[in-house]
């Protein structure tokens, strides 16, 4: 039995979300290059989601020169990317820097956490949503298919995406789709290791958006793991949406903010 009453220390709870993110680009079979510095992730798909820095710890006298040699190895490559900034990042005004250097903040997404005894039981077929677990190739195409509508890439990217996972060589991956009747409305991944299950890859059609099956099929996905394990689990919500997941009992332990070239 667990007790509503466990306390943990904020600063591990948040430790254990910043680091999911390398965690999965590692897993996932990028090109990833760590230095005490920085983690930095090439995909070499054309969109900012799959290329970035993820990690940045820099020295205030260097940081400038850092963030401009590293902008113009994106630049190189003709790859769009991410520079993640949060609670860890250093030097302090870091987010100045960047955005003196041409990047653009593009939104800001909420870190959340969510313990077995905060689940609050099973999720039944609810208005004709159901979840459906990956199982072959066929479906793979669907779910890069899908995801490669909704993020806005073409579907050979999208496939590309698909073949890390097909040969990736660790890591523990299972990938899901939600559909309403016949149609695929929404796919995700779940990233497994031995500190939290990740869900990764959240993203809904179009025509479905603003509806609540992003906050629908998180609570699909809470159902299917704690059917089989009881880790914890890590999520990473738009700030506008962020309530839906608190009221699910998702505890909000950092904030990243996404500057993009």
């Not at 995801?147 to 060589?169: N, R, W, Y």
């Not at 059609?205 to 809470?222: D, H, I, P, S």
């Not at 009881?230 to 699910?248: L, Y």
Request: hydrophobic share 40%.
């Amino acid at each position: 039995m667990y007790s509503q009453q466990i306390i943990r220390p904020r600063w591990e709870d948040r430790l254990i979300v910043e680091e999911s993110i390398s965690r999965y680009w590692t897993a996932v079979g990028v090109e990833v290059h760590y230095s005490t510095e920085k983690t930095q992730v090439f995909s070499g798909i054309k969109h900012p989601y799959f290329n970035g820095i993820i990690r940045s710890v820099m020295p205030l006298r260097v940081a400038v020169k850092r963030v401009r040699d590293l902008i113009s190895q994106f630049d190189d490559r003709k790859l769009p990317f991410r520079w993640l900034v949060n609670k860890s990042s250093l030097p302090g005004n870091l987010k100045k820097i960047l955005t003196e250097q041409g990047m653009r903040h593009h939104g800001t997404f909420t870190g959340l956490i969510h313990y077995p005894e905060s689940f609050i039981g099973d999720v039944e077929n609810h208005q004709g949503y159901r979840l459906v677990v990956v199982t072959n190739s066929d479906m793979m195409l669907i779910w890069s298919q899908h995801l490669a509508d909704a993020i806005g890439i073409s579907v050979s990217e999208g496939k590309s995406f698909a073949k890390f996972f097909a040969e990736s060589k660790f890591g523990d991956f299972q990938h899901f789709m939600v559909f309403h009747g016949e149609e695929c409305v929404a796919v995700a991944t779940l990233y497994y290791n031995e500190t939290a299950s990740t869900i990764h890859n959240l993203t809904v059609k179009e025509g479905f958006r603003g509806k609540g099956v992003a906050a629908l099929t998180v609570r699909f996905l809470l159902s299917h793991i704690y059917k089989y394990s009881a880790k914890k689990v890590v999520h990473f919500s738009p700030k506008q949406t962020v309530n839906d997941f608190i009221e699910m009992g998702f505890d909000p332990v950092t904030e990243i903010e996404i500057f993009e070239k």
